[in-house]
């Protein structure tokens, strides 16, 4: 996994409460054996208008938001399915970082596998930033994981929390499961005992 | 001491170790895989030359791609059919079980998971899948994850988590006639919205939700996850119990016997204190429509559209008109006004074999109106069997609807089975998000009795003075 320490970047603007993960990649990209090439489905309904020509009103069509690395974006967003295809389609996207006043759980835990940050700010600094993006073509922000701090063009900073196991993590690029095998030992301790309280829980299961 | 809760005892239980800052490793009991979530993790391990850690703990099936018309006949999406020969060679491959399309086993992976005993009280179940909820209905700790987190319960039969809150939601009282766990859990979310549960894992009490059958509590915490909450559970109970004796993965004999005892201690102590408590009166749930395209989005059926002109919340007003613009709906129509095209029964929340035996009960002697086409999707191919058996597709047929085979079908559009655009859909299913049962589907969630009388009609109908 990619390491996440400092971003600094184009922002692009996303102004819509509970984008669930059905718009961030719909089904029909969910056929695929791969987690690369989903950019193409990435808000693929949303993209284009009812008659199926792009809509030059969405954000990812406007050629200033082209190069884009972060999104800014408002309250629950990836509520919905736990598709994985949902950060890959914003990965292969060029997205490294998602603003928003709140996450749903399963895609908030998705971002941290695939090296993408989470950000959440309040709502107001969420609000104030979303004017200044779409005020200033070429608006980037510093997204600064190390001292957990946003800071805005003007030189506001804004901090945000984050859980230090998982920044730890984001922050060195680390192997999850690399990480948990070496715990095999505990897991074996753990299973040994289980064996002798549950032991229907290691019934063979086999139909 | 303080006491603890149903969540609090299986946590503690399945702890393998923890970092100072609280993050855990939790061991993973069961796993249920299906085609869609699972290719990018087994090639995962194909990569970096790992194996299963306990093949036997997972359980694999095909549902969101099957096709529900005739099986002899090939896929006709190669697309789909890769995806499906793809879960039938990493099961191969990896020692891992696998019911394929054409086994009488086969269905919604929440549907054969307590159909078969694989899931049980107390056990941490996992799945790429957010209805994973489901399980919790049997006082499981079951939820949905990424296709990473596939992986590293393959690899290791464990997960990094950190703690969720708890929230109890309490339900007293009895339910109108002719209203069902549906419209709970609709009216749940309705009222802590689609990120009332965010961070929590609910547990559902009162003398409602004990009064519901084990199907009834599969439905409600099926969309424990539609409220933003991971994950809901019931406490097990002697309904639990004889839900489970004799299933084919269910423990046998003296193993039962103890499991039984361990079982019988999962629930909250009275002490025990919960992070958040919601209480609804079960008299109060009407049957529920959802009018928008967000599950919290869902009224009672005697209501009307909302009108956003009244709403004050920039963020709320908003989302209402963009939703009512989608879904071609005007402010303050009366839902029974809604004229539907398509009916959908069927999904993980509402194809098991009491969903289905309800359904048939009110399409008996009626017939689907000219204007709609309905359709009937068992949630496995032993339910689908168990309902023949019944002569449950015989109302069903007679009355006008489809009889299909079993898979996730128009829930959410990965087969054949798709809303054209602008197509309005009663569905039993979980999600009415934009285009999920189809680009620029319109879907109308509510409960399989709600769903039957709008086919009849062509329009929603009040189901408590419907005959």
Redesign the interface.
Known sequence: MQAFTTLTGLVAPLD???V?T??II???F??????TGLREGLFF?WKKK?DGSPDQEFFLNQPRYQSATILLT???FG??????HA?WALLDQGFRCVIAP?????FY??CF??GILPVVLKSDEVLSVMKEVLGKEGYQLTVDLGNQTVTTPGGTTYRFDI????KDCLYRGLD??G???Q??P??TA??TR?KT?????F????? | MAGTTLFDKIWE?HV??A???G?T?L?I?RQLVHE??S??AF?GLKI?G?RP?RP??T?AVPD??VPTTDRTLAIA?P??A??IQ?LEENCRDFGI?LFSMNDI?QGVVHVIGPE?G?T?P??TIVC???HTSTHGAFGALAF??????V??VL????L?Q?R?KTMEIRVDGTLPDRCSAKDIILAIIGKIG??GG??YVIEFTGSAIRALSMEGRMTLCNMS?EG?A?AGMVAPDDKTIAYIQGR??A??GD??E??VR?WQQLKTDSNARYDATVTLRAEDIAPQVSWGT?PGMVTGVDQNVPDPRTMSDE?TK??TE?ALEYMGLSPNMPITDIQIDKVFIGSCTNARIEDLRLAASFAKGKKVAKTVHAMVVPGSGLVKQQAEAEGLDRVFREAGFEWREAGCSMC???NADVLQ?GERCASTSN?N????QG??GRTHLVSPAMAVAAAVEGHFVDIRNWN
């Open positions: 819509r409460v509970n669930d059905d718009q719909p089904k029909q969910l056929k695929t054996i791969k987690r309904d009812k408002r309250d629950n509520c919905g399915s736990s598709r994985e950060p709140s996450f749903a759980d399963i835990n998705n596998q695939n859980d230090p196991f998982r999850s499961i990480l948990t095998l715990h095999e505990a897991i753990y299973e289980r309280e549950a032991p229907w829980l019934a063979d299961l086999r139909p | 239980s393998v170790r970092e100072p800052d993050t490793l061991y009991d869609v979530t290719p990018q090639e970096a790992r850690r036997a703990a359980l969101h791609n999406d697309i789909s890769k995806q793809t079980t086993r078969q694989f049980l107390g056990t790429g899948d957010s949905g994850i990424g296709t990473s987190e992986e590293h690899v290791t039969q464990c990094v950190n969720p689609t990120a965010t961070g996850i933003g991971r084919p993965l423990p046998k193993l039962f103890d499991a361990a967000s963020k908003h989302a963009r959410l559009a990965m655009p999600r998000f934009e285009g999920r680009a620029g």
